[in-house]
């Protein structure tokens, strides 16, 4: 059954910061129901020390915004919340307005499976600010997150060089929800199967598993454990060989192989989940080969990550798939991508030109990009990305500019590169208009294979663990002068130079 059979949650519109639906109040209150918005989300750094994220959970948004709406018991709850001063917090009117609302927005993303980089937008939303507002929180949730395991999973699968990578983490996950999303970014970008049978209903995901160390320890002795799960599932047998000792498990695991053959089945696989991996694989592919069953292949986990797994097989060990929990579902090392949502130009109404934006910081990191943006993506001779250029779409539109073919780093301005002669790509695609999906959900193999070709377009220096080649994101020369110019708007004076 695909997620499409099963109703989307109603309750989204509440899955929010409450300081959402004051700004919300605000907007109401004081008139500004058709002041329009564009806000861009984007992250400051790629995560896990990499040059590059994984696009993941744009799929969602078409839903998301066509289930937003504020039921009776939604009304109801927010009545009853008191201001900190006293009073209501919420003002009668203002939830009479909420019972009927519907989003009116226009979002367009980056698709799913796609490579994305620090400061571009990922996903822009613009129509009216309240509207915008109110989805801001939830959106970040959606898209943060699973962008986020996407990019763990994506750094993992490429460190098990093409030997499957099984997501069993949902017993970390955070919470249920987190467990079914991690296990859809997952395959998004590459896991082979989860162990999440509720993301494998919804989604349509392999799922994989066997038996734990407590089946094994429910027998009198290990070898009787073995034998009654081979006769259990003997077309889904991976026996766990390190509940006692890994080297008697192994041999264990031979006799009810040979046992197997004699009934005309197979033992698919061992798994070993404690001790020394590249030791203890190499142990058992050496016994299993030594007894004709080269056909039985080892399985390893025990907190595994990228760095782990290339070190094995660095190794040379010989293992043929690899289990993954804690260390990718937690996303471990780096528990949050940072996304933010940012309001980037805003106009009076639809009918009135859009103005640039930025927010400002004592912290040059923190200041944002102005403009309606876009992203179109160049690529070099080999076929992979080469760089990202973000441009304004309202000023290139209004002002009958030229496409722009000069760019400007975002953060380097003495890095200016010509990208005439190479060929691109918009990135920006249309999801939701006027508050209704443009298109029916897409189908997650889809996303898969968009993922695993965008991975492998682009160029190794890129996709190295330690210190990976910076990606080129870079303003059209245009925008950076707008960018300039609120920037010099808003420095202020310097102090006078006092007489001596």
């Given amino acids: 059954m695909a997620l499409t059979d099963i109703s989307y949650p109603t309750d989204v519109s509440m899955n929010t910061d409450l300081y959402e639906l004051t700004m919300a109040q605000g907007l109401w209150e004081s008139g500004r129901l058709e002041e329009q918005g564009c806000f861009t989300v984007f992250f400051r750094e790629a995560p896990f020390g990499s040059a590059f994220a994984v696009m993941c959970g744009t799929a969602e948004l078409g839903e998301f915004v066509e289930n937003f709406r504020y039921t009776d018991e939604d009304i109801e709850y927010l009545a009853e919340l008191d201001a900190p001063g006293g009073g209501r917090l ?5 939830l009479e307005f909420l019972s009927s ?5 226009d979002i367009d993303a980056i698709a799913e499976g796609e490579l994305v980089f620090a400061r571009e937008p990922m996903v822009r939303v613009s129509g009216p600010m309240l509207d915008c507002q109110l989805l801001e929180t939830a959106l970040l949730n959606i898209v943060g997150f699973q962008t986020l395991v996407a990019t763990k999973t994506a750094r993992v699968v490429q460190a098990a060089a093409g030997r499957p990578v099984a997501e069993f983490g949902l017993r970390r996950a955070q919470g249920p929800d987190g467990g079914v999303a991690v296990a859809r970014a997952s395959y998004v970008a ?3 199967s989860t162990s999440n049978i509720l993301a494998g209903r919804r989604y349509g995901i392999p799922v994989s598993g066997t038996h734990a160390h407590s089946w094994v320890l429910s027998f009198p002795t290990e070898l009787e454990a073995f034998r009654a799960f081979a006769a259990s599932s003997p077309k889904n047998c991976t026996l766990l060989v390190d509940t006692y000792d890994v080297r008697e498990g192994v041999q264990n695991a031979i006799t009810v192989a040979k046992e197997m053959e004699v009934a005309g089945e197979r033992l698919a696989g061992i798994r070993i989940d404690s001790g020394d991996l590249a030791r203890l694989s190499a142990y058992a592919r050496t016994r299993f080969d030594e007894e004709g069953l080269g056909y039985v292949k080892i399985v390893v ?3 595994l990550d990228e760095h782990t797994i290339a070190s094995l097989l660095s190794q ?6 690899f289990g993954v929990g804690t260390k990718l579902a937690t996303c471990y090392e780096q528990p949050a991508l940072g996304c933010v949502y940012k309001l980037a ?3 009076s109404s639809t009918s009135a030109p859009w103005t640039p934006v930025m927010k400002f910081s004592e912290q040059p990191f923190k200041r944002t990009i102005p403009g309606v943006q876009g992203v179109r993506r160049y690529f070099g001779k080999n076929g992979g990305p080469a760089c990202d250029m973000l441009y304004d779409e309202a000023y290139l539109a209004g002002e009958g500019a030229a496409r722009g073919t000069t760019l400007v780093a975002v953060n380097d301005a003495a890095l200016v590169m010509d990208v005439s002669a190479l060929e691109a790509r918009e990135l920006l695609e249309p999801v939701v208009r006027t508050g209704c999906a443009v298109a029916p959900r897409e189908d997650i193999e889809v996303a898969r294979a968009r ?3 965008a991975l492998g377009a682009l160029d190794p220096e890129y996709k190295r663990f330690l210190h990976p080649q910076a990606y080129t994101v870079g303003m059209e020369r245009g925008l950076a002068a707008v960018r300039d110019r609120l920037v010099q708007e808003r420095m202020p004076a310097a102090p006078p130079v006092p007489h001596r």
């Fill in 90 to 94: 919420f003002k009668p009117a203002f």
């Fill in 101 to 105: 609302f519907k989003p009116r927005v």
């Fill in 190 to 192: 590459g896991a082979a």
């Fill in 301 to 303: 986990s025990n907190d």
């Fill in 316 to 321: 040379g060990a010989p293992i043929d798939a």
């Fill in 345 to 347: 130009a805003r106009r």
């Fill in 451 to 453: 993922c695993a070709a």
